[in-house]
């Protein structure tokens, strides 16, 4: 089946520091990519996606590109707010059953910033 | 535009009890999917529906079930409440065909105690 891993956290940074979050995935097939972010009490919202090899999606000075390759969908941005404290998630959809639309989930990686 | 309605925000039941969770997709959505996402964790599938019927099912038992009526809206329902269904309920919806994500809505928190 499905699997998607990503760097545990937490992770505390600096404002205006360097971000990158780690994803690495498994899956049969071209599954889409996704970065969704959780913000404390409310659901989640996605922040970028990427639908094929060498896709570079990119919202808000995020950016991440999908790396068949590598099997890779790292999440980066170049300077951090404090507004960026949230919880991100790696997602992908695909399915190795053949069938589609099912988000298979990381577990999630909390991003702390401070002033 | 509204997006996705997910009633209620908050719920606290007994063990043994049942339990219904309702959302309202976004506007032009006829899928809906629905994940349970326990404190600390990443969410997990529980179920889809799209035309009325139950299209793809995660590891769920049986106690888990749903609906979806014409207006495309969904219920999930949990029989048996168990301490370990405590989580965060999360409804998602999308337009059939198009790879744009899914749009979740906030949430249904349920304790179980």
């Known amino acids: 089946g499905n699997s998607v891993t990503q760097m545990e956290g937490p992770v505390t940074l600096s404002e205006e520091a360097f971000l990158t979050i780690n994803c690495t995935y498994t899956a049969t097939g071209y599954p889409s990519l996704f970065w969704y972010v959780q913000y404390p009490g409310e659901g989640l919202q996605l922040l970028l996606k990427a639908t094929k090899a060498d896709d570079k999606g990119s919202n808000k000075g995020f950016e991440a590109t999908y790396r068949k390759e590598t099997t890779s969908f790292h999440l980066e941005k170049g300077s951090v707010q404090v507004s960026d404290s949230a919880v991100y998630f790696c997602?992908?959809?695909?399915?190795?059953?053949?069938?589609?639309?099912?988000?298979?989930f990381g577990k999630g990686t909390l991003l702390t910033v401070n002033p | 535009d509204a997006g996705v309605t997910q009633s209620p925000t908050h719920l606290i039941k007994t063990r043994g009890q049942q339990v219904t969770l309702r959302c309202s997709p976004k506007?032009?959505?006829?899928?809906v999917s629905w994940y349970q996402q326990a404190l600390g964790q990443g969410p997990q599938f529980i179920f889809q529906y799209y035309e009325e019927e139950e299209r793809q099912r995660g590891n769920f038992p049986d106690r888990f079930s749903g609906h979806q009526f014409p207006n495309y809206s969904s219920e999930l329902n949990v029989n048996a409440l168990l301490l370990g269904d405590s989580a965060l309920y999360l409804c998602?919806?999308?337009?059939?065909?198009?790879?744009?994500?899914?749009?979740f809505g906030s949430g249904t928190r349920l304790t179980v105690v």
């Open positions: 997602a992908l959809e695909g399915d190795s059953g053949g069938s589609n639309y099912k988000l298979t």
């Open positions: 998602a919806s999308r337009l059939t065909g198009l790879i744009y994500g899914y749009t």
């Open positions: 506007s032009g959505h006829d899928t």
